[in-house]
Antibody, heavy 121, light 111 residues
Framework: QVQLVESGGGVVQPGRSLRLSCAAS????????LHWVRQAPGKGLEWVAV????????SYVDSVKGRFTISRDSSKHTLYLQMNSLTGEDTAVYYC??????????????WGRGTLVTVSS | QSVLTQPPSVSGAPGQRVTISCTGS?????????VHWYQQPPGTAPRLLIY???NRPSGIPDRFSGSKSGTSASLAISGLQAEDEADYYC???????????FGSGTKVTVL
């Protein structure tokens, strides 16, 4: 069964950095795009970033451009999200999700359980 | 404010049929992009419910159905059950934003 397990969340001060990881298993890692989606407490889902199956293409929501970097390590079957200059608006549960189809309009067929990031002084 | 607009809540008695609308624009549905739907019970991660407008992944009951026409889409739940209480989100791609986008979410309550 496909598994995605996030880690790295926690409490961090405004302006500081944090790196999230998502360990993937039970599927061909290098064949799928991977996404980060976040959900602020009591709020809806917000797409954050995507990295293509080969790592060559990346895209971000405007609110994190220049601050967040998505990357992947095929040898470790792991997805990352480096988050810099964090603000209270970044407080959320961060999910990694597998993108199923090629092209822009992917659906997310498997999700991790999420990791909570709290930005607070 | 979400690019895709959903009603905040819908409700129905057990066994009834409810529908959830998702209104987009010319930069997403109108540009030909498909809609996908997700179910998120309280305290859990979302799960894919419908993909590419009307397709159900393996394991999703046929009580759930989806459609898309023009700049709108909808999700129908027939034979409503207590376990269907959850938040539901539509999702697509927006060419103006160059980003995947989610709807604002709809809470389904079983009376």
């Amino acid at each position: 069964q496909v598994q995605l397990v996030e880690s790295g969340g926690g409490v961090v001060q405004p302006g500081r950095s944090l790196r999230l990881s998502c360990a993937a298993s039970e599927f061909t890692f290098s064949s799928y795009a991977l996404h980060w989606v976040r959900q602020a407490p009591g709020k809806g889902l917000e797409w954050v970033a995507v990295i293509s199956y080969d790592g060559n293409d990346k895209s971000y929501v405007d609110s994190v451009k220049g601050r967040f970097t998505i990357s992947r390590d095929s040898s470790k079957h792991t997805l990352y999200l480096q988050m810099n200059s964090l603000t209270g608006e970044d407080t959320a549960v961060y999910y990694c999700a597998r993108g199923r189809t090629r092209g822009n309009n992917q659906d997310f067929d498997y999700w991790g359980r999420g990791t909570l990031v709290t930005v607070s002084s | 404010q979400s690019v895709l607009t959903q009603p905040p809540s819908v409700s129905g008695a057990p066994g009834q049929r409810v529908t959830i609308s998702c209104t987009g624009s010319s930069s997403n549905f109108g540009a030909g992009y498909d809609v996908h739907w997700y179910q998120q019970p309280p305290g859990t991660a979302p799960r894919l419910l419908i993909y590419v407008n009307s397709n159900r992944p393996s394991g999703i009951p046929d009580r759930f159905s989806g459609s898309k026409s023009g700049t709108s889409a909808s999700l129908a739940i027939s034979g409503l059950q207590a376990e269907d209480e959850a938040d539901y989100y539509c999702q697509s791609y927006d060419i103006s934003l160059s980003a995947s986008v989610f709807g604002s979410g709809t809470k389904v309550t079983v009376l």
